[in-house]
């Protein structure tokens, strides 16, 4: 079974407006931590922000935020006033319990921002 | 800045010719990841260092292999690259690996091509 589930392949959005890319999980475990990285045309994974599992508060990080539902289990992505240098794919991943060195990762979603 | 650097970013090999792929990090962290990314998808952990400690995952195939001859390298040997080996290559650092905050962060990857 999946354990992140991205549901869009894609999405667009227009320069300055917000968007929000899903994420659900699946576990067991009362301890985990849920993260979203994007990675540019370019290759390389830049981290954006963390939830933890007993993190009252959903996180944010400038212009990103983290939705955090945790009895649906989801850990959607909020991005405030797109900018075009946002297009690139973005990967929720999660980590579990006791496998701190393990990070599982969704199928990613693109995200195509226009002008 | 500290960083992660990976080399060379772009990497050509001959079908069955060893390569070998570096990884070296400024952040003086306990743990050290090895990522395989194919196109379209998402990364999938091949093994990982903590500190000296080498752990493999258990669908990694033995034609990887992993040295880590001190805390700031890692190198990622490929003993005979076939086509389906073709692949961006990442690499990680994490501070302890033992938190459950514990960030993973990437260097810029390497593209490997086998013909």
């Known amino acids: 079974a999946q354990k992140i589930t991205q549901t869009q392949p894609g999405m667009f959005v227009q320069e300055k407006e917000a968007v929000t890319l899903d994420c659900t999980y699946d576990?067991?475990?009362?301890?985990?931590?849920l993260f979203w990285y994007k990675q540019p045309s370019s290759g390389e994974m830049i981290f954006l922000i963390y939830?933890?599992?007993?993190?009252?508060q959903n996180a944010t990080e400038g212009r990103y935020s983290l939705n955090f539902q945790k009895a649906r289990k989801s850990a959607n992505l909020v991005i405030s006033a797109s900018q075009l240098g946002d297009s690139a794919m973005y990967f929720c991943a999660m980590r579990e319990g006791l496998e701190f060195q393990k990070l599982v990762f969704g199928t990613g979603t693109r995200l195509l921002v226009s002008p | 800045d500290a960083m992660v650097i990976q080399n060379p970013r772009y990497q050509v090999t001959q079908f069955g010719k060893p390569v070998t792929l570096s990884c070296s990090q400024t952040l003086n962290h306990n743990v050290m990841y090895w990522y395989q990314q194919k196109s379209s998808q998402a990364p999938k952990l091949l093994f990982h260092y903590y500190d000296k400690d080498f752990n493999n995952e258990a669908d990694t195939p033995d034609n990887f292999q992993s040295r880590r001859p001190n805390t700031s390298f890692c190198f990622l040997d490929i003993r005979s690259p076939g086509l389906g080996d073709a692949a961006m290559y990442l690499c990680?650092?994490?501070?302890?690996?033992?938190?459950?905050?514990?960030?993973?962060?990437f260097g810029p990857g390497t593209r490997l091509t086998v013909l």
């Open positions: 576990t067991s475990d009362q301890s985990y931590g």
């Open positions: 939830q933890g599992s007993y993190d009252e």
């Open positions: 990680a650092t994490s501070g302890s690996g033992t938190s459950g905050e514990d960030t993973q962060y």
